[in-house]
T-cell receptor, first 114, second 113 residues
Framework: NAGVTQTPKFQVLKTGQSMTLQCAQD?????MSWYRQDPGMGLRLIHY???????DQGEVPNGYNVSRSTTEDFPLRLLSAAPSQTSVYFC?????????????FGSGTRLTVV | AQSVTQLDSHVSVSEGTPVLLRCNYS??????LFWYVQHPNKGLQLLLK??????LVKGINGFEAEFKKSETSFHLTKPSAHMSDAAEYFC???????????FGSGTRLLVRP
């Protein structure tokens, strides 16, 4: 089925470890973004991309890296995990065809850093 | 700067009664506004969006919202709550008419039988 696929769904890391959260979409969407969701704070934008080879920082980019080598994939890298990065991470994609804000969200990755 | 305030962190209603979830926004531009719903342990689903067309916007599952520029509000309503409406709801504004979204802190809706 078409949509946004995130892997893994759950992950436990030790402080200082690195890992990559995967995000893939098969809708040929130009725009992709990563959000983190923390209790009582809604979702906050980490990084976004408006097309292959183009990325930019969002509201809370520190400790995270992204790259966009293809239209379909937008991985999020945690360089050195910290307990403050314990959160639920959502990837989202959109295209001009959906209009502003017509995002499709993945089902999320729940990350715990111990 | 754009911002979104959801006035209630929790709302509790009885099944079959009306739902009102309140949202106020701040934007220097003519905003694009959205409501998303998140069921437990699920991703987010778009309920409806306002992009400067009709001020009364109809969405999925019987929800609607009215854009009131004079009050800077975009409240979400539904005439009759259903048990399946129990979820968290987010009011969202589009940043500078770009693809970037600013989320409110969310309102958790509880529906009592």
């Amino acid at each position: 089925n078409a949509g946004v696929t995130q892997t893994p769904k759950f992950q436990v890391l030790k402080t200082g470890q690195s890992m990559t959260l995967q995000c893939a979409q098969d809708m040929n969407h130009e725009y992709m973004s990563w959000y983190r969701q923390d209790p009582g704070m809604g979702l906050r934008l980490i990084h976004y991309s408006v097309g292959a080879g183009i990325t930019d920082q969002g509201e809370v980019p520190n400790g995270y890296n992204v790259s966009r080598s293809t239209t379909e994939d937008f991985p999020l890298r945690l360089l050195s995990a910290a307990p403050s990065q314990t959160s639920v991470y959502f990837c989202a994609s959109s295209s001009t065809g959906q209009g502003l804000g017509g995002y499709t969200f993945g089902s999320g990755t729940r990350l715990t850093v111990v | 700067a754009q911002s979104v305030t959801q006035l209630d962190s929790h709302v509790s209603v009885s099944e079959g009664t009306p739902v009102l979830l309140r949202c106020n926004y701040s934007s220097s531009y003519s905003p694009s506004l959205f409501w998303y719903v998140q069921h437990p342990n699920k991703g987010l689903q778009l309920l409806l969006k306002y992009t400067s067309a009709a001020t009364l916007v109809k969405g999925i599952n019987g929800f609607e919202a009215e854009f009131k520029k004079s009050e800077t509000s975009f409240h979400l309503t539904k005439p009759s709550a259903h048990m399946s409406d129990a979820a968290e709801y987010f009011c969202v504004v589009s940043l500078d008419s770009s693809y970037k979204l600013i989320f409110g802190s969310g309102t958790r809706l509880l529906v009592r039988p």
